[in-house]
C-alpha cells in the first residue's frame, strides 16, 4: 500500500512566509523600526512561553477563557504561548523598575497567538508592533504616543485621510457605567463588552444583548445612545462623569489639532478596549475604507501593571500595531511597492575551468558591500539566463574564459535586452555605478 503522505497546508490561522513574503515582511518591519527608533525607543523582546499566571491577572476573560493556546508542561507548570505583548513588557521592567533611567521607551514586534475564529484582519498567529512609555504622568505621553503612531502610517505614505484616530477614557465609561447608569460591579464588564459590539452588530441585537443585562432598560438604554452619540462637550451634561477628566480630554484633543491631528482624531465613547489593564486613556486607529473594519492600533494607559509584581508603582501607556490589518491597509490604498532583486547579480557557472577564478571575484564584490548569487553547476547558457529571470535577477555576470583571457567581465540586462564590458581590475567599483548602489 501507498505510503500516506502529510498534507503540505500549514496550520489554520496561520501563515508561511516564502522568501517573496518575507521580503515584504522585513520592508515593513524596518520601516516601523525606522520611525519608531527615530522617537529614541529601544527595541526589547522576551519568551513566547510565560506563566499563565501573567495573562489571568489582568488581560481580561475573553483573552484567557477562549484564546489561549495553553499547557500544562512537563514540570506540572501552566503556561501559555504569549497572546499579547504588555504583560511581558510590564514583568520585564517591574524586575529592573529601579534602575531603568526613566521615561522608559521600548518597542517590540513579538508574534503572538491566540485561538480565534480567522477572518479578515484577524489570524491565530500575528506579529504586533508594540510601542509603550513608562514614567510619564501627564498627557504628553498620550501625546506622544498617538504622534508617533500616526508618523508610522505616514512613512507608508499614507494620507491623513486614510485613518482615523478614535479615542476615549477609562474613568469616562466607568463614570458612566457605574454612576449614571448605577450599575453593580458585576454588570459593568458585561455592558461594556455590548457597547464594544455595538459597531459589528444589528441594532435589534444591540438592544437584545443590553435587555439581556439591564435591570431597568426602558431608561438605561435611552442614556446608553445619548451617551454613545456624545462628544467632549455634549458630554458634560452627564453630571456623574469626572468633569476635570473630560476637561483634560478637551485638553488635549486642542493640543492634537494645534499639531495638525483635527482632521483624523475623535473622540469615541464607543472605544472600550476589551483589556482589564487600561485605566485612562484609551484609542484605536481604523482605516476610513470600509472594506478593512478591524482596528490597526489598539493602545491606552494602564497605571497598576507594574504593581502586579513590585511595590513600585510606574504607570505606561502604549500601543500595539497588527501586521495583518497593517498588510491590508497598505494593500488597500495602494502603498506597496514593486519589491525588485535590481541591486544585486547573479553570475551563472560556464566552465568548471573558471570556477575559482569565480570564487576569487564573487569574494572580492561581496566584501564591498554586493549581493552575489551564483551558480554551483555547469548549464547551458540560455538554462542559466532563464533560471537567473525565474528568480528575480535583473543583471546577470558573465565571465567565461574568454572574458577571463581579455580582462573583463560582462554585465548582462535582462530587462533591457543589453550587454556591457566592465573592468575586471576594477570590477566593484564599476558595477556598484551601474548599479545605482
Ligand atoms: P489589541 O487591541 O488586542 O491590543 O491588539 C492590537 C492590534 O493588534 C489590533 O488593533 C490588531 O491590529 C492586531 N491584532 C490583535 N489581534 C489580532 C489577531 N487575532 N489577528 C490579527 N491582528 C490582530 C493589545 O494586544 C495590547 N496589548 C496593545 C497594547 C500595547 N496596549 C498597550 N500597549
Redesign the pocket.
Known sequence: MAEKKLPTSNYKGTRDFYPEDMVFRNWMFSRMREVVESFGYREYDGPILESIDLFKAKSGQEIVEKQLYDFVDKGDRHVTIRP???PTLARMVAAKVRDLPKPIRWFSIPNLW?Y?APGH????E?W?L?V?IFGVNSLRAEFEILQLAASILYAFGAKSTDFRIQFSHRRILSDFLQKSLGLPADKEQAVAKILDKKSKITREEFLSLLREVLDNPETQIPLIDRYLESDLTSLTQFPEISPEVIAEMQNFYREMEAVGHSDNLDFDPSIIR??DYYTGFIF?IFDTDPKNK???????R?DNLIGLFSNDQLSGI?????D??LQNFLETHNLIPEFNRDDSVYIPLLSDSVFLDLVQLTTELRSSGITVETSLDVQKMGKQIQNAEKKGFRYLLIFGEDERNEGKVLLKDLKQSSQKPLNREKLAEELKRELGI
Not at 484582519?121 to 491565530?124: I, N, S, V, W, Y
Not at 478591524?294 to 491606552?300: E, K, Q
Open positions: 499579547e505583548m504588555t491566540r480565534e484582519g484577524r489570524l491565530r500575528h504586533q508594540n509603550d476589551g483589556f484605536e478591524r482596528s490597526l492600533y489598539g493602545g491606552g494602564y502604549g500601543f500595539g500595531l497588527g495583518v490589518t
